[in-house]
């Protein structure tokens, strides 16, 4: 099996062991924004997929779950210097550790102009969750 359908097949395990959702959606969105604003980031995020992140997942050096919200970090920063914090089921942000959480993950940016990028969802946000996505991700002050 090639290294892509056995990064594929762990990863597909992973998310239904973990009842997790599959980040790679806005992972798309992401490397689109970088390709047409940075083709340098961009050909770095693609680098780091196919020498590091699928080898690794293939490999099992690694967590799958873990290893693509680490790669959806990486992202964001290629994007914007910042910081990722962890949004627990309260609201609570707390500095996020590399790995996998089922809590909220979002990327702020330094420059408090930008809006947060998106960098891991839990399947079920509960409503605190979804007031800070919503605010901070896609800058509605009411949900819809």
């Known amino acids: 099996m090639s290294d892509d359908g056995e ?7 992973a998310l239904q062991a973990a009842g ?11 490397l689109k924004r970088l390709r ?3 083709p340098d980031a961009y050909r770095t995020a693609v680098q780091h997929y196919q020498e590091k992140l699928i080898p690794s997942i293939a490999g099992g050096e690694c967590e799958p779950l ?11 920063r290629l994007q914007t210097p910042g910081r990722t914090v962890a ?3 309260s ?3 707390t500095t996020w550790e590399d790995g996998w959480s089922p809590s909220l993950i979002l990327h702020l940016p ?3 102009r930008e809006m947060a ?3 891991g969802l839990p399947p079920e946000p509960t409503p605190a969750q979804r007031a800070a996505y919503d605010l901070l991700v896609a800058g509605r002050l009411e949900a819809p």
Request: aromatic letters at 12%; charged letters at 40%; proline letters at 2%.
């Open 7 to 13: 990064a594929e097949r762990r990863f597909q395990n």
């Open 20 to 30: 997790a959702r599959d980040p790679r959606e806005f992972y798309r969105d992401e």
């Open 36 to 38: 047409g604003h940075n």
């Open 66 to 76: 873990g290893a693509w919200l680490e790669y959806g970090a990486l992202l964001a």
């Open 87 to 89: 949004i627990d089921e």
């Open 91 to 93: 609201g609570l942000a």
């Open 110 to 112: 330094d420059d408090r």
């Open 117 to 119: 990028r998106l960098v």
